[in-house]
């Protein structure tokens, strides 16, 4: 049933890191769901997969079995949704994607809840969830921006391996337990090194021609989109991957248009949704990974003047990269999509 629900509900990527957690939280949050199909490749079909406390077959991803969807939250890869988008959207389902490839389409929305929820309304048939490093920083920017403005900003970001999914966190586990035991530690397969006890400084890939990776790429392009922010504003960020399993971490240096004291800033963070404030650092309190991983709200501390610039202030901005960062935002998506009774392909639509 189309327009205000319930709704047939597909779930592409089902068995992933990022789509068992959004059968979680559809659940968690009660979407109003008559139905809910896993979908996932061959390789998985048949296999089970827990929702709402029921264990579910999953399905592999056919022209059959996208019939008859209202809806698809769908984090299968680029590749999967540069395919298959479009067939989903013909097949009658809005789309809500969680894979970079639709994300900068001029005729597909880039939407953070919270932050930019009405460029929802103008969908055509997709709406992209952005980047999980990029998401977290725009909870913490938006009061900012519309409090003070933005000239400029430059972003470090020390990320979990989860951000790379299901595979990179056994990766991690067993080069952990080879290094506990004295093991010889296999070749890494995910990453370029060994990410366990170390820090690389490369988050994805490096496109010829290209110093920055394409995740770096992605934190500048998606901010200027979901902000519009004009290319006036300065934008620069360099990404890392750390050996944390879940939970981004970002020192985030902002340089305002009008002077905000960190103590006014820390006031407009604190009253904005799904943010949390933690900045006692005298008394040890500020956000780590290990606090923000199963949770939805963006963890924001460390608020402090940069004694370099009378108007730029430095904060640590934390959020797990599965929930806000991913199936949280999605879900958040979905209900605005179903509050606006925008659950319906527009007549005509189509994307790319
Ligand atoms: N992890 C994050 O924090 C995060 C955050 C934001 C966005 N994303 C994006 O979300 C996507 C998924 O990430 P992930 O971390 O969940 O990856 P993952 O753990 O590797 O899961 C990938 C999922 O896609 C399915 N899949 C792969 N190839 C398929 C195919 N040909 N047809 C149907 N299903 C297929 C897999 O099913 P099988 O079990 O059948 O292999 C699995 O369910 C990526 O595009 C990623 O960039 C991830």
Not at 46 to 65: A, F, H, M, N, R
Not at 214 to 241: H, N, Y
Not at 259 to 282: A, K, M, T
Not at 312 to 321: F, M
């Amino acid at each position: 049933m189309s327009g205000n629900g319930p709704y047939r509900v597909g779930v592409l990527g089902a068995t992933g890191a990022v789509g068992s957690t959004i059968l979680e939280v559809l659940a968690e949050r009660k979407f109003p769901a008559s139905e809910v199909v896993p979908l996932a490749s061959a390789r998985s079909a048949g296999s089970k997969v827990s929702i709402g406390g029921s264990d579910v077959e999953v399905q592999e991803l056919t022209e059959d079995s996208i019939q008859g969807l209202d809806l698809v939250l769908s984090s299968a890869g680029g590749k999967v949704s540069s395919e298959w988008a479009p067939k989903l959207i013909e097949a009658g389902a809005v789309v809500v994607d969680n894979t970079s490839f639709w994300r900068m389409h001029d005729d597909v929305p880039l939407v953070v809840a919270d932050v930019n929820d009405d460029a929802v309304q103008d969908h055509n048939g997709l709406v992209a969830n952005p980047n999980c490093t990029t998401m977290q920083m725009m909870v913490a920017l938006k009061p900012i921006l519309d409090a003070a403005g933005i000239e400029r900003l430059i972003v470090s970001t020390y990320q979990s391996v989860s951000g790379t999914g299901r595979k990179a966190i056994e990766e991690l586990r067993a080069e952990s337990q080879a290094v506990l035991d004295g093991d010889k530690i296999n070749p890494p397969e995910v990453y370029p090194h060994q990410v366990a006890f170390n820090v690389l400084p490369q988050v994805e890939n490096f496109k010829d021609g290209d110093d920055y990776t394409t995740e770096e790429r992605k934190v500048m392009a998606e901010t200027r989109k979901i902000l519009g922010l004009t290319e006036d504003v300065g934008i620069s960020a360099t990404c890392a991957r750390v050996p944390v399993v879940t939970g981004h971490s970002e020192s985030v240096n902002v340089q305002t248009e009008r002077d905000l004291s960190p103590e006014e800033c820390r006031e407009l963070l604190s009253e904005f949704p799904g943010l949390i404030v933690l900045d006692d650092p005298g008394a040890g309190i500020y956000p780590l990974p290990i606090a923000a991983a199963g949770r939805d709200e963006v963890l924001v501390g460390r608020i402090r003047r940069d004694p370099s610039h009378e108007r730029c202030l430095n904060l640590w901005v934390v959020g797990d990269n599965l929930r806000k960062g991913a199936a949280t935002n999605a879900v958040q998506v979905a209900e605005l999509l179903h509050q606006r009774d925008l659950v319906r392909v527009p007549a005509g639509a189509s994307i790319g």
